[in-house]
């Protein structure tokens, strides 16, 4: 029997998960797709590996050296040797900033999700287990699926997605009305950006060696955010002679864009990136389309963890995730740990 339930296998789920499992707690992580990783996934097709969420996992932070490097240490590890640039509205490239280049830059040869993959194989997940709504049972959570069934009976829920689903399951969910309406408070402050990312591929080279690996767009007044050369970023990650090119689009024309079919995405983004690299590419071989409705926190309303578990801990409810401390990958580990200690501080 599970003592805690972990709502989600994203990286925050997965690294709290091994913190409580360490302190001896029975857990189990609910995961609604096939696969863990949650936004840091990989993606294969036609001889491609590509991640169509997170790029990279940045070094130097506590959290994601003391995982990667040492207790899921693995030959799979890529550290991106090349640089990031950066582009402004007027297509116009510059070197990056030396400092942000100095941090490392993490990925596996067979894609990002290798990490939660790693992660995951000592853990109970039940996977393709969407989790619809929770029962307060004062004490304890029941869980039921989207099927309607009770899933578990818990002392304790940990919930890891980001806060606008977490807000919506909570709404659907049966619990003390105080509760809920100071959680749909704090949770409701919570605004997350869309974004859609494509990958274009090509079975042939159609661009030269570059000094980069991947453009940052450093004035956020271009459709392109983000442009990364996979063959570019590691041995491996594209088979020899092969192009792929992960291209992430910026807010405001992700919305405008949304409803388009991949068709005419790939048509207008393979355009974006010509006139960009100041090159003609041909159409792409393949273009695979991910649509992000949640795919990172705004900055400026991040939610305080501590505050919202003085709420809900004394319920047995638990909250982490990249709402609490910013949309990048080495936060979510580190949000995750944290959460697992205060939740054991809790439990004790
Ligand atoms: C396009 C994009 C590019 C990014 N690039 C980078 C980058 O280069 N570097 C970087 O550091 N970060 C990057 N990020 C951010 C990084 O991916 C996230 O901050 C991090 O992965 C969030 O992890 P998480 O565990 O908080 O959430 P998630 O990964 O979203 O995990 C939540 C999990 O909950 C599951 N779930 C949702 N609802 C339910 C339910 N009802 N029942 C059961 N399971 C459910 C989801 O399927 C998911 O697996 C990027 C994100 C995106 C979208």
């Known amino acids: 029997m599970a003592e805690v339930a972990v709502i989600g296998a994203g990286l925050s789920a997965l690294a709290a998960a091994h913190v409580l499992h360490d302190h001896g707690l029975q857990v189990r992580l609910y995961e609604r797709e096939e696969n863990v990783g949650g936004r840091a996934t990989t ?5 491609f590996c590509f991640d169509p969420g997170a790029q990279y996992i940045h070094g130097n932070a506590p959290a994601s050296d003391a995982l990667l490097l040492r207790r899921f240490a693995s030959p799979e590890l890529l550290a991106i040797a090349k640089p990031v640039w950066t582009f402004d509205s ?9 400092r942000q280049n100095a941090i490392p830059r993490w990925t596996y040869r067979h894609g990002l999700q290798t990490l939660a993959e790693l992660m995951a194989r000592e853990l109970p997940v039940a996977t393709g287990c969407e989790i619809a709504r929770l029962s307060y049972l004062q004490p304890g959570w029941r869980l039921f699926s989207t099927a309607g069934q009770v899933v578990a009976e818990v002392p304790a829920v940990l919930l890891t997605l980001p806060a606008p689903q977490a807000a919506a ?20 402050r919570s605004r997350y950006r869309p974004l859609l990312s494509l ?10 060696p570059t000094p980069y690996y991947a453009l940052v767009n450093s004035d ?5 955010s983000w442009l990364a050369r996979e063959e570019e970023k590691g041995p491996a990650r594209v088979p020899p002679g092969w192009s792929l090119l992960i291209v992430q689009l910026a807010p405001d024309y992700s919305r405008a864009h949304w409803s388009w079919d991949d068709q005419a ?21 393949f273009c695979d389309v991910q649509r992000w409705p949640l795919a990172l926190p705004e900055g400026e309303t991040l939610l305080d963890l501590q505050a919202l ?17 910013g949309g990048r990958a ?14 054991l501080a809790h439990w004790r």
């Open 43 to 47: 993606r294969r097709r036609a001889g």
């Open 90 to 98: 007027q297509d116009r490239l510059q070197e990056g900033d030396p």
């Open 169 to 188: 399951l909570l709404s659907a969910s049966e619990l003390p009305p105080t509760l809920q309406q100071r959680l749909q408070a704090e949770l409701g």
């Open 199 to 208: 990958a274009l591929a090509w079975p042939e080279r159609v661009l030269p």
């Open 220 to 224: 956020k007044a271009h459709p392109i």
């Open 265 to 285: 995405l790939a048509e207008a983004t393979t355009a974006l990136v010509s006139r960009l690299l100041g090159r003609p590419l041909p159409a792409p071989d």
């Open 309 to 325: 578990h003085a709420v809900s801990a004394p319920y047995g409810l638990f909250f982490s995730g990249d709402a609490f401390r």
């Open 330 to 343: 080495h936060l979510a580990l580190a949000v995750g740990q944290e959460s697992a200690f205060q939740l």
